[in-house]
């Protein structure tokens, strides 16, 4: 069993932000495999179904971004998980708009969802890093993660969003390098 947790905030205003990318990940992964209905647990919404042979929760925490770990730490114990079995999907301002690249372990850069997971959970869980795109400046950087994506960026996120959905078996099965090749073929022009 594996648990898939996407960083977001919860509540209709925050939807569009390019700091909930990783709710909008669960979403179309929840859609694309045909997963469970919506349920309230772990401080959060989760679903539960599988991609290819593994069983997957999907979890996306209502404790707001800086509060995550609670939420990720309460299903890892309830399911008796190591970090192992943990995969989270968060925005990157280190990586160019829509490239998605996967990685274990390493830092939070900043990023306070990921400080919540790893101050509950150390750092040593795997993370699918989607790039937003720095504004250029740290003065700009708050904004710019809260801020909305626009009109002209709809077609390239809901490419990414569905090139993640089509290839997340690869990510169950823990090929992560097939993972990250086919999503970048499927969004080369």
């Known amino acids: 069993m594996q648990i898939w947790a996407g960083l977001g905030n919860p509540g209709p205003r925050y939807a569009m932000q390019r700091h909930n990318v990783g709710f909008m990940v669960l979403d179309v992964i929840a859609e694309m495999h045909g997963f469970g209905p919506i349920q309230k647990k772990f401080q959060g919404w989760v679903q539960e179904g599988r991609i290819g042979n593994e069983k997957v929760v999907l979890l996306k925490p209502a404790t707001f971004m800086n509060e995550s770990g609670r939420s990720v730490g309460e299903a890892l114990r309830f399911y008796k998980l190591d970090t192992d079995a943990l995969t989270v999907f968060h925005d990157e301002l280190d990586l160019a708009p ?29 993370r699918v890093r989607i790039g937003i795109g720095h504004p250029g400046h740290k003065d700009r950087v708050h904004g710019h993660v809260l801020g909305n994506y626009a009109k002209a960026e709809t077609d390239d996120l809901v490419a990414m969003l ?28």
């Open 162 to 189: 569905g090139a993640i959905g089509a290839e997340a078996e690869w990510l169950a099965k823990g090929d992560d390098a097939r993972f990250m090749s086919d999503v970048a073929l499927r969004l080369q022009d």
């Open 98 to 126: 829509f490239k998605v690249k996967v990685k274990r372990g390493g830092g939070h850069a900043g990023h306070n969802g990921l400080r919540s997971i790893d101050q509950h959970l150390g750092p040593d869980f795997r």
